[in-house]
């Protein structure tokens, strides 16, 4: 048995650190990764409310966030790797051409 | 406190510990190795849940399959080492930002629900019905996440290929 609020706020940290990443790193990689810290935040409470009301659903979403996690970053890290290969950089504060 | 509790905290403070260093290392291949310890010790937590299959699955994607793609992509991007190359120069108000998120979360949480009150009663065996679940109710989301699955590989393939000089 175990309580709920230990699990939110597991979840809770998590997040709040994922966003510290991505919001200070300036590698786009660090990035990624401080964003896959957040979706791990949103899994943990998927999975602890799911166990909580004996529901599955919970569990098979926490899944499908997973598989979409994994396109995701072979997505990101394919866009990553062609940035770095157009302009030597994936400093993300020095790709702004689009900026204006 | 119940056993498995020490188990999530333990778990979950070895979790948390790691995910900072993810975001203060200074050298990028020891922040993917520290995202390796807190993707574990989350699937650990799941273990600790009792939801074996997301745990295993959680173990078996992201620290098998991501990170090896993270620790690529690296390794394909030569990252400068240091503190000012890797971090970006409003790291305060960063923290700051996380920092009000957490105390936003953490009022919410224990407001919302009492310390003693909700317990999570540890179902047993659900690897069983999670699959029942995706097979019965969720076919139709299952096909389009394969198919999200297949679109990215072909896309990240095409991103990722050098063009023919034609």
Sequence with gaps: MIRLPLVLFFSAALFSIGVYGVLARRNAVLVLMSIELMLNAVNINLVGFSQLWKELTGQVFALFVIAIAAAEVGIGLAIVLLIYRNRETINVNEVNLLKW | ?166
């Design chain 2, 1 to 166: 406190m119940s056993a498995q509790e020490y188990a999530f905290v333990v778990l979950a403070l070895v979790g948390t510990i790691a995910a900072v260093r993810v975001v203060t290392a200074r050298n990028v291949v020891r922040a993917a190795l520290y995202l390796v310890v807190t993707l574990a010790s989350v699937g650990a937590c799941y273990l600790v849940l009792a939801a074996e299959f997301v745990g295993w699955v959680q173990i078996l994607i992201y620290v098998g399959a991501i990170v090896i793609l993270f620790l690529f992509g690296l390794m394909l991007t030569k990252a400068p080492i240091g503190r000012e190359a890797l971090d970006n120069q409003s790291r305060g108000l960063a923290a700051l930002v996380g920092i009000a998120i957490l105390a936003g979360l953490v009022f919410l949480i224990q407001k919302a629900f009492t310390w003693s009150d909700p317990k999570v009663e540890l179902a047993q065996g659900t690897s069983g019905a999670v699959g029942e679940s995706i097979f019965r109710s969720y076919v139709l989301p299952f096909e389009a996440v394969s198919f999200v699955l297949l679109a990215a590989l072909i896309g990240a393939i095409v991103l990722s290929r050098k063009d023919e000089p034609s």
